[in-house]
Nanobody, 125 residues
């Protein structure tokens, strides 16, 4: 199974931007869907965005227009571009991967097979 390592988190001011990266090891990345989830202090982990192996994208309704997910199969990497950040975007961000029939992805964390360790994003006002 692939291993995932997130990077790119940090401290940013409200209105700023960050780009998270998730590097995958293993040879199955290009055939797997990838997702981003986040968990804020005291809250359950929630879906952020997902991308199928071919590049179909899915977003949490509340984040559409501010966040963009993309992947580079040649580099085994998935990205999350986050713009116009708000204090409520503060969370640990996790990437996840899994195989889905067809060309789909999922907003349900239980459907993903492997996870990264997470990267902290803090948005200060």
């Amino acid at each position: 199974q692939a291993q995932l390592v997130e990077s790119g988190g940090g401290l940013v001011q409200v209105g700023g931007s960050l780009r998270l990266s998730c590097a995958a090891s293993g040879r199955t990345f290009s055939s797997h869907a990838m997702g981003w989830f986040r968990q804020a202090p005291g809250k359950e982990r929630e879906f952020v965005a997902a991308i199928s192996w071919s590049g179909n994208t899915y977003y949490a309704d509340s984040l559409k227009g501010r966040f963009t997910i993309a992947r580079d199969n040649a580099k085994n990497t998935v990205f999350l571009q986050m713009n116009s950040l708000k204090a409520e975007d503060t969370a640990v961000y996790f990437c996840a991967g899994g195989y889905f029939l067809g060309d789909g992805a999922s907003r349900y964390e239980w459907q993903y097979d492997y996870w990264g360790q997470g990267t902290q994003v803090t948005v200060s006002s």
